[in-house]
């Protein structure tokens, strides 16, 4: 029933790298929530689940704490009871039931409607499965739609914001890896992989990272914009599987397993720092009463704790060297960049395009938190919440700390991060190639780069004391002073704004924002002026949401209209019907079987087109 191989045991203890700081958290957060009791319940069972999930080794148990995950998660969402906690909670029910069903399609086709099976005769009943493909696109809807890839995240900035902070950090950091293990787990069953599969995943992954920091940059609501955060680095997790599928199909392990590793990495690091970005933000919530960036300000000298995590965090997700960000990201860049001498055509359309969108993204993701850190912690308080908060109690403190320890850990101890990961994956041992010697991480290729983190962050300490110790020998005397602003008075509405900082990126992109402008007007001397005396907002059209969704939506409402109309026709209207399918069934016999002129032709149609006004638009009597 349970199992502890290389791979569950290693998801384990990502599993719990992300829970024991979160406990603490969890515990001086727990007098911000009202419903306490149904709070913890769900909450200890939501955890108890994605444990059960890495651990299960037969269908009808992991099928069982899978769908524990989703409801305990979906009560969790449910927490506070307000209009947007149950939009979110009904939206993300109906989107993890969507991928529940292809996961269940997948083990009733696998394993013949058996669901008691071992996944030991899982995987010797996919070696034998005639149709692979099939089952690769059920694992990839099934168990992707709950990682949140692109065009399945639409849940992802409703559930996340709604939920409880320390329920964010577990969903966001530990709940989505939950899928990219199960995703990694089952791929693994299906034998011979087509080039095409791992072309698929590159590019859903390419898409995802792009996608995800666009609508990040955009995003006012702090918690949502750390939740498109998560898209975008599920993308990018995707972007070295796909790698890694691609590089197994062409017969190059070696390739192959630094890309897989790179992945799993990513993976263990994005779980650190988003958890820690979502504790921050949790405290400034906790303290401040918003989640709109535009409300915070000044807040590094009320909550400097908070503000230092939520940098070591930003700094990680930004992947600026050293941190474990930028160590996994490099590896995923020298994984791509060893596909120079491929000579295949899809292969050589598919590498440009990821290699673009991942260093676009990393570009963005800066801009991005360089707008949430320097608008939230920096400049003066845009608000009264923010000038009167202060740092958060000692528990939540404590989990902050931990987790920035874990951020820290996954960056001093890569050697044995890397080598625990080589050795959970059924891929080649390639643990000596990368790491020669403990203290530089070395490419697989002979023309790729190397990097040492210990060394960029000894060099990095050097440089900062080599500052600090210069400054101080200026015998600088401090002076306390206004900020000079060419005569004007500098206060909290000249600052920078979240919307004035992201205005050049968002007009740039307009054709997938598809901004709303809202402005107040007011009446002076009796004349309206365009200029608003509250408020200027721009709010963004979520291009999936809109697009896909509710066009898929509004499809079924007219299919099920005329559906419901064919079914409800009196005797006459049937009688009309018959006639005129009989009429199109004549009608192309002539055209395709005999010479007609053009004239017969436009008359038939004209008596079709009757017939068919008749039928579709006819009252009733």
């Given at each position: 029933?349970?199992?502890?191989?290389?791979?569950?045991?290693?998801?384990?203890?990502?599993?719990?790298?992300?829970?024991?700081?979160?406990?603490?958290?969890?515990?001086?957060?727990?007098?911000?929530?009202?419903?306490?009791?149904?709070?913890?319940?769900?909450?200890?069972?939501?955890?108890?689940?994605?444990?059960?999930?890495?651990?299960?080794?037969?269908?009808?148990?992991?099928?069982?704490?899978?769908?524990?995950?989703?409801?305990?998660?979906?009560?969790?969402?449910?927490?506070?009871?307000?209009?947007?906690?149950?939009?979110?909670?009904?939206?993300?029910?109906?989107?993890?039931?969507?991928?529940?069903?292809?996961?269940?399609?997948?083990?009733?086709?696998?394993?013949?409607?058996?669901?008691?099976?071992?996944?030991?005769?899982?995987?010797?009943?996919?070696?034998?499965?005639?149709y692979p493909t099939i089952l690769f696109f059920l694992i990839a809807i099934g168990f992707l739609s709950k990682a949140g890839v692109v065009p399945l995240h639409?849940?992802?900035?409703?559930?996340?914001?709604?939920?409880?902070?320390?329920?964010?950090?577990?969903?966001?950091?530990?709940?989505?890896?939950?899928?990219?293990?199960?995703?990694?787990?089952?791929?693994?069953?299906?034998?011979?992989?087509?080039?095409?599969?791992?072309?698929?995943?590159?590019?859903?992954?390419?898409?995802?990272?792009?996608?995800?920091?666009?609508?990040?940059?955009?995003?006012h609501d702090i918690k949502a914009l750390l939740a498109n955060h998560s898209v975008e680095n599920i993308g990018i997790i995707l972007i070295a599987l796909g790698?890694?599928?691609?590089?197994?199909?062409?017969?190059?392990?070696?390739?192959?397993?630094?890309a897989f590793i790179a992945g799993v990495y990513h993976t263990f690091n994005h779980m650190s720092f988003k958890s820690l970005l979502f504790m921050s933000a949790?405290?400034?919530?906790?303290?401040?009463?918003?989640?709109?960036?535009?409300?915070?300000?000044?807040?590094?000298?009320?909550?400097?704790?908070?503000?230092?995590?939520?940098?070591?965090?930003?700094?990680?997700?930004?992947?600026?060297?050293?941190?474990?960000?930028?160590?996994?990201?490099?590896?995923?860049?020298?994984?791509?960049?060893?596909?120079?001498?491929?000579?295949?055509?899809?292969?050589?359309?598919?590498?440009?395009?990821?290699?673009?969108?991942?260093?676009?993204?990393?570009?963005?993701?800066?801009?991005?938190?360089?707008?949430?850190?320097?608008?939230?912690?920096?400049?003066?308080?845009?608000?009264?919440?923010?000038?009167?908060?202060?740092?958060?109690?000692?528990?939540?403190?404590?989990?902050?700390?931990?987790?920035?320890?874990?951020?820290?850990?996954?960056?001093?101890?890569?050697?044995?991060?890397?080598?625990?990961?080589?050795?959970?994956?059924?891929?080649?041992?390639?643990?000596?190639?990368?790491?020669?010697?403990?203290?530089?991480?070395?490419?697989?290729?002979?023309?790729?780069?190397?990097?040492?983190?210990?060394?960029?962050?000894?060099?990095?300490?050097?440089?900062?004391?080599?500052?600090?110790?210069?400054?101080?020998?200026?015998?600088?005397?401090?002076?306390?002073?206004?900020?000079?602003?060419?005569?004007?008075?500098?206060?909290?509405?000249?600052?920078?704004?979240?919307?004035?900082?992201?205005?050049?990126?968002?007009?740039?992109?307009?054709?997938?924002?598809?901004?709303?402008?809202?402005?107040?007007?007011?009446?002076?001397?009796?004349?309206?002026?365009?200029?608003?005396?509250?408020?200027?907002?721009?709010?963004?059209?979520?291009?999936?949401?809109?697009?896909?969704?509710?066009?898929?939506?509004?499809?079924?409402?007219?299919?099920?209209?005329?559906?419901?109309?064919?079914?409800?026709?009196?005797?006459?209207?049937?009688?009309?019907?018959?006639?005129?399918?009989?009429?199109?069934?004549?009608?192309?016999?002539?055209?395709?079987?005999?010479?007609?002129?053009?004239?017969?032709?436009?008359?038939?149609?004209?008596?079709?087109?009757?017939?068919?006004?008749?039928?579709?638009?006819?009252?009733?009597?």
């Amino acid at each position: 029933m349970f199992n502890f191989n290389p791979l569950s045991v290693l998801f384990l203890a990502l599993i719990l790298l992300g829970v024991i700081p979160n406990l603490f958290y969890m515990s001086g957060y727990l007098s911000h929530i009202k419903r306490k009791m149904h709070f913890l319940i769900h909450y200890f069972a939501f955890v108890f689940s994605m444990i059960g999930v890495v651990l299960s080794n037969e269908i009808l148990p992991f099928l069982f704490f899978w769908e524990l995950m989703s409801l305990t998660s979906w009560q969790l969402i449910l927490t506070e009871e307000n209009e947007e906690s149950i939009k979110a909670a009904r939206f993300y029910f109906f989107m993890t039931h969507f991928g529940y069903v292809f996961i269940l399609m997948f083990f009733l086709l696998i394993s013949n409607s058996n669901l008691f099976l071992s996944f030991d005769s899982l995987k010797i009943a996919a070696a034998g499965f005639k149709y692979p493909t099939i089952l690769f696109f059920l694992i990839a809807i099934g168990f992707l739609s709950k990682a949140g890839v692109v065009p399945l995240h639409v849940w992802l900035p409703y559930a996340h914001p709604a939920a409880p902070s320390p329920v964010s950090a577990l969903m966001s950091g530990i709940m989505l890896k939950v899928a990219i293990y199960a995703f990694l787990r089952f791929i693994f069953f299906l034998p011979n992989w087509p080039i095409e599969w791992g072309i698929i995943i590159l590019v859903l992954g390419a898409v995802s990272s792009l996608v995800g920091v666009l609508y990040a940059l955009a995003e006012h609501d702090i918690k949502a914009l750390l939740a498109n955060h998560s898209v975008e680095n599920i993308g990018i997790i995707l972007i070295a599987l796909g790698v890694g599928m691609i590089f197994t199909t062409l017969k190059l392990p070696l390739l192959a397993a630094f890309a897989f590793i790179a992945g799993v990495y990513h993976t263990f690091n994005h779980m650190s720092f988003k958890s820690l970005l979502f504790m921050s933000a949790g405290s400034v919530l906790y303290e401040t009463h918003t989640k709109n960036i535009e409300k915070y300000g000044g807040l590094i000298k009320n909550m400097p704790l908070t503000a230092i995590m939520f940098l070591i965090a930003a700094v990680s997700i930004s992947a600026l060297p050293p941190t474990n960000g930028f160590l996994s990201e490099w590896m995923i860049f020298q994984s791509m960049l060893s596909s120079s001498g491929i000579s295949n055509l899809a292969l050589k359309l598919s590498f440009p395009f990821a290699i673009f969108a991942l260093a676009l993204t990393g570009g963005l993701a800066i801009a991005c938190f360089v707008k949430a850190f320097g608008i939230t912690f920096l400049g003066l308080h845009r608000s009264a919440n923010a000038k009167y908060a202060k740092e958060v109690n000692v528990l939540m403190q404590i989990g902050e700390i931990l987790m920035a320890v874990v951020v820290i850990s996954l960056m001093l101890f890569l050697p044995f991060v890397i080598k625990e990961i080589n050795i959970a994956l059924p891929i080649k041992d390639i643990y000596n190639k990368i790491f020669p010697t403990v203290w530089i991480m070395h490419s697989i290729t002979n023309n790729g780069g190397a990097v040492s983190p210990l060394l960029l962050l000894g060099g990095l300490i050097i440089i900062v004391a080599a500052i600090y110790l210069f400054y101080k020998s200026l015998n600088v005397k401090e002076r306390i002073y206004h900020t000079w602003a060419c005569g004007y008075n500098t206060n909290a509405k000249s600052q920078y704004s979240a919307t004035g900082f992201a205005g050049p990126i968002r007009r740039f992109f307009a054709w997938l924002y598809k901004p709303e402008i809202h402005t107040q007007t007011q009446t002076l001397a009796g004349h309206k002026t365009k200029f608003s005396s509250s408020f200027y907002e721009v709010h963004i059209k979520p291009l999936f949401e809109k697009s896909l969704y509710l066009g898929s939506e509004k499809l079924a409402n007219v299919i099920s209209y005329y559906i419901y109309r064919l079914s409800h026709f009196e005797k006459e209207r049937y009688v009309v019907l018959i006639f005129n399918l009989l009429l199109l069934v004549l009608f192309s016999y002539r055209v395709l079987y005999h010479n007609v002129t053009w004239g017969n032709v436009l008359l038939e149609i004209i008596v079709m087109a009757v017939f068919i006004k008749i039928l579709i638009f006819g009252e009733k009597k």
